[in-house]
């Protein structure tokens, strides 16, 4: 059954927290009579602007890059927007997830939407259309230098715009136009400066970073939930999570990952009974230091990201009140190249944290057998879910390496320093991606573990165990681990956490 639900774009802030409502909700986009109302007025200024005078004005009767100062005339200034974005379309690699394209189209319909950029209405309500039928364009990996905007993988979006190209739509990847001649819907037919507009753009960086920030948000969740089950596991002693540390420091995340442990832990009989030792490890006395520094870290990315959310990126800008055409660099990405490598880093040091508590937990200590089986040598128990951990972590400090600190000189050295935020953005899914392979062994060592105490641990994270355990039972002999370790991270993809826990 079709969703009824729409959201009406205008130029009214959206937040990162009602976008995730819109997205994950499926709700329908269509134009505000406001935004309406300013493209067509943006539209109809840029024609008059272009019959009334002959002075070169860039990408709309100029070539682009280092062709800038070729002029093109007014016969022909419809062809240099086709030519532009065939000439683009170079991605290359793998498919992106058609989700990504999805939130690509929102983010470029919200971009022109704010009457800056001289397109016609008919070419946002298109892109409308496409993300409400999902009809999602192949857009590939590669190809974006993060410095004109991510030019290739916008050129892909603009194909299928124009009926040319391919599209995702009901499972399948066809020939847009033979999609839109199922919709009995026509190709849009470029006009001035519309070609750069759709091409030139933060989007697809700007849509993985958001998707990225979604993630990063339930993961940050489930990295407290499965490191307070990990301490309890381990016998951890509560002092580290007391606030009168906490608020002499007051890092916000660190207070706040301190609280969450103290709350889910703070009915359990196992965390609060007498310990015998009197420190523990830093990978379970330091997690609120370390949780939330990427906590911090992805804080200050998501602004970043909102900004850019509610930002226009394309190129030239177009001001009519002021009657001015300003070619400028907004479309420039190393805002976002910087913080997609910030945040591959907090991803990273959610997931090398989580893999020593796993670590610790197999080790034999605090009354615990080693590897977590009944009878260690004839079972090997953990130990090798332990080694896929230490992989993946180790990966991760290679995916780590900034993007953001390359550039390579492009279009005849008019494009002499790129951001490479569309690199920073593709790697970041992989430590993303990592991260919950490592969490998810984390939460399989921490079940297991659980099973050698007498005491039960809070009744929130039994509720959750009890959950996991109907799907991942307790190992009492040597079994094929890799479809359990498939199993936990499924679970914790799937787990439904309320918006309002995460924001």
Not at 3 to 27: G, R, V
Not at 83 to 106: K, T, W
Not at 182 to 206: D, P, V
Request: hydrophobic share 40%.
């Amino acid at each position: 059954m079709p969703n009824t639900k729409s959201y009406s774009l205008s130029q009214d802030h959206l937040s990162l927290k009602s976008l995730n409502e819109i997205f994950a909700s499926k709700q329908n986009l269509e134009l505000s009579a406001e935004a309406e109302k300013a493209i067509a007025k943006c539209r109809r200024y840029l024609d008059e602007k272009i019959d009334r005078e002959e002075a070169a004005i860039y990408g709309i009767n100029t070539g682009f890059g280092s062709l800038c100062d070729v002029a093109i005339e007014g016969s022909d200034l419809k062809r240099l927007q086709l030519n532009l974005v065939r000439s683009h379309a170079c991605g290359s690699g793998e498919r992106i997830d058609p989700e990504f394209v999805r939130l690509m189209l929102l983010l470029k319909a919200r971009g022109l939407s704010y009457g800056y950029s001289g397109v016609q209405v008919a070419t946002v309500e298109q892109l409308l259309f496409f993300y409400n039928q999902n009809i999602l364009p192949e857009v590939f990996e590669q190809g974006s230098l993060g410095a004109s905007g991510d030019l290739a993988p916008l050129a892909h979006i603009g194909l299928s715009l124009m009926g040319e190209g391919r599209a995702y739509y009901q499972g399948q990847y066809l020939d847009t136009s033979e999609i839109l001649a199922k919709h009995q819907r026509k190709a849009i037919e470029l006009q001035s400066k519309e070609g750069i507009a759709i091409l030139n753009g933060t989007q697809f960086m700007l849509a993985l970073g958001i998707k990225a920030s979604f993630e990063l948000r339930r993961l940050s969740y489930f990295a407290d939930l499965i490191g307070a089950i990990s301490l309890d596991a381990f016998d951890g002693r509560p002092e580290p999570f007391d606030d009168l540390i906490h608020a002499v420091r007051a890092h916000k995340g660190q207070r706040e990952t301190a609280a969450n442990i103290r709350t889910v832990l703070k009915e359990s009989p196992l965390f609060n009974r007498p310990k015998v030792h009197v420190q523990d490890p830093y990978s379970f006395r330091c997690i609120p230091q370390v949780h939330g520094a990427s906590k911090d870290s992805l804080a200050y990315a998501e602004s970043v990201l909102e900004q850019e959310l509610n930002s226009v990126t394309d190129n030239p800008t177009i001001f009519p009140d002021e009657d001015k055409i300003i070619s400028g660099g907004n479309f420039h990405g190393q805002p976002l190249a910087l913080i997609l490598d910030q945040l591959a880093i907090a991803a990273a040091e959610w997931a090398n944290i989580s893999e020593r508590r796993t670590y610790l937990l197999i080790s034999g200590q605090r009354e615990l057998p080693a590897f977590l089986v009944a009878k260690p040598g004839l079972n090997s128990g953990l130990m090798i879910a332990q080694y896929t951990a230490a992989s993946v972590v180790s990966q991760n400090k290679q995916l780590c390496t900034p993007a953001s600190v390359d550039s390579i000189v492009s279009s005849n050295g008019q494009e002499d320093h790129v951001s490479m935020g569309a690199n920073a953005a593709t790697k970041l899914q992989k430590v993303i991606d990592n991260l919950k392979t490592v969490l998810a062994i984390e939460l399989l060592t921490a079940s297991q573990a659980m099973f050698f105490r007498s005491e039960k641990t809070a009744p929130m994270l039994e509720g959750l165990l009890e959950e996991f355990r109907s799907s991942v039972p307790f190992i009492s002999d040597d079994r094929i681990l890799y479809t359990d370790m498939k199993t936990a991270k499924d679970f914790i993809e799937a787990y439904p956490i309320d918006l309002d826990k995460l924001y």
